[in-house]
């Protein structure tokens, strides 16, 4: 099993930043792409960035310019930079890393518990 551990969440004054990571451990036999999404209260889970084990990166339109992910392949890390934090920025904000558990199984997709980001004056 792979397990997923979220923190950096807090409360953030608007024009604020934080920092999330997330911490992939267990039989994390090889880890693909790592993601941050969010899901704000009545409204559907949206994915926010992702990043492919060979950097690639993707952002939500709404983050680009202010959002950085980036990870730590040897630790089986990733983060999620935010900065200028507004308002319509909070939400639990979930990580997700794609990962197989053996040189025989499939990947799939691990979800953490959730942090929650709240931007308030």
């Known amino acids: 099993q792979v397990q997923l551990v979220e923190s950096g969440g807090g409360l953030v004054q608007p024009g604020g930043s934080l920092r999330l990571s997330c911490a992939a451990s267990g039989s994390t036999f090889s880890v693909n792409a790592m993601a941050w999404y969010r899901q704000a209260p009545g409204k559907e889970r949206e994915l926010v960035a992702a990043v492919t084990n060979g950097g690639g990166t993707n952002y939500l339109d709404s983050v680009k310019g202010r959002f950085t992910i980036s990870r730590d392949n040897a630790r089986n890390r990733v983060y999620l930079q935010m900065n200028s934090l507004k308002p319509e920025d909070t939400a639990v904000y979930y990580c997700?890393?794609?990962?197989?558990?053996?040189?025989?199984?499939?990947?799939?997709?691990?979800w953490g518990q959730g942090t929650q980001v709240t931007v308030s004056s």
């Open positions: 997700k890393a794609v990962c197989r558990t053996s040189y025989t199984s499939a990947y799939q997709d691990y």
